[in-house]
């Protein structure tokens, strides 16, 4: 009977151990399977955009293999933990990815609702990739974590039976060659474990230390551009919705306000990521651009005569957001007061000097002028003080000139640094 009871705990410590073995290995084939659909989902967005610009038509296909891949997965591996709620998921956003691919295929000549649905597309995706990655965590935490501690349990155990199995050798002998089998997979399979686990720290490890190369840098910047260039693009859409409601044209002008700054900023982010030299944008193109902005925007229907002379061939993002702020706000000024009820007017812009060396900035118009400087040594509005306070970003003075017209001159203060030296 002891001989029996013992060779009967034995063989349930086999099966016992060897189902967790099974359990173990088909939870590293689904945790494998996952990381393929993940980098599938990540590159569904680039997916559309070449399927968009190309016609090639490859998105039906792997939207299929997509479906299809998920479905054989949700078969065979739906016992595992976190594999419940993954499939409908996954079902819903590939749906979603499908319709606004064929809604940016319908749309394909409307470049900004491109743009709109390849963000979506990208948080659609980036949504999926979350739910795969909470699935593969589950399956670590209540599968992998779990079975290992089991697999630990029966090795104690059949450490527990070895040493009862010492003790009767001769009487237990086919008991002992079993054991010492189930011993030698529970080691290795330890052993597997740990080696893994190095792998896996090790690779971590490389990955935090690899420094991204200089091209691949540049591909990130120029991205995250594009996206904040794209979301300020999204803001200044709503602010325009937002005017639809209102009927008072004092609000009204306010709201255009903060459209012409939001566009201002965002088209220093688009010049950015055009430009060859992330570091440099071209100022000359910028302020082109800025100003036939602010004319669309104000809807200027005079003669305008534009008198621009930039010496200044580059500047980093971080003077150029301020300075364009500061011109957007002073053009501004002029197509609301200089140039009202008149035929013809003309715009001054001249910009000299480096950002190493100093900037000077001489900006205005030939209108009437203010009235008196009581406005601008005490500014009541936040137009002028954005001036006054963007002048101080950029280290430098700005007064008002006395001069027929409105015209301003800004003035760095290495300007007067170098001058006194």
Not at 63 to 92: C, H, V, Y
Not at 130 to 155: M, P, Y
Not at 321 to 327: K, Q, S, T
Not at 347 to 367: A, F, K, P
């Amino acid at each position: 009977m002891l001989a029996v009871l013992f060779i009967s705990f034995d063989l349930h410590l086999v099966s016992r151990a060897r189902n967790v073995q099974q359990r173990m290995g088909a939870e590293v084939e689904l945790l494998d399977a996952l990381g393929r659909m993940s980098r599938a989902v990540n590159e569904l967005p680039t997916m559309h955009r070449v399927d968009l610009h190309t016609g090639r038509g490859h998105w039906e296909t792997r939207m299929t293999e997509l479906r299809s891949d998920l479905d054989r997965i949700s078969a065979r591996f739906i016992q595992e933990p976190g594999m419940t709620e993954l499939p409908s998921k996954l079902l819903l956003a590939f749906d979603q990815a499908d319709s606004l691919h064929h809604l940016a295929e319908v749309q394909a000549a409307d470049l900004r609702e491109e743009r709109t649905v390849q963000a979506i597309l990208q948080l659609v995706a980036q949504r999926a990739s979350k739910a795969i990655e909470r699935t593969a965590r589950t399956v670590h935490e209540q599968g992998l974590s779990v079975h290992s501690a089991q697999l630990s349990r029966r090795w104690d155990e059949a450490q527990v039976l070895m040493f009862l199995s010492c003790l009767m050798a001769v009487v237990f002998a086919l008991l002992v060659g079993m054991n010492r089998r189930l011993l030698v997979d529970s080691r290795l399979r330890g052993d597997q474990l740990a080696e893994a686990k190095q792998r896996l720290e090790q690779t971590n490890r490389e990955l935090r230390e690899t420094m991204l190369s200089k091209e691949e840098k540049e591909v990130m910047l120029k991205e995250i551009h594009h996206r904040v260039k794209n979301n300020l693009q999204i803001v200044r859409s709503l602010i325009r919705f937002q005017m639809d409601q209102v009927d008072d044209p004092r609000v009204n002008e306010l709201f255009n306000e903060c459209i012409t700054r939001v566009s201002a900023m965002a088209l220093v982010h688009e010049q950015t990521y055009l430009s060859k030299d992330l570091a440099t944008i071209d100022v000359r193109s910028y302020l082109e651009s800025l100003v036939r902005d602010l004319i669309h925007a104000y809807a200027v229907g005079i003669r305008l005569k534009q008198d621009i002379d930039i010496q200044v061939k580059t500047l980093g993002v971080d003077t150029l957001v301020p300075l364009g702020l500061l011109i957007n706000e002073i053009i501004s000024n002029s197509f609301k007061y200089a140039f009202k009820g008149r035929m013809e007017g003309t715009l001054t812009v001249h910009l000299s000097g480096s950002e190493e060396g100093g900037l000077l900035l001489r900006i205005g118009d030939d209108g009437p002028g203010m009235p008196s400087r009581d406005k601008w040594d005490r500014p009541n509005s936040l137009g002028m003080e954005l001036i006054h306070t963007l002048a101080g970003q950029l280290d430098a003075d700005i007064d008002l000139l006395p001069v027929p017209g409105t015209h301003y001159e800004m003035r760095d203060h290495k300007l007067g640094r170098r001058k006194v030296a």
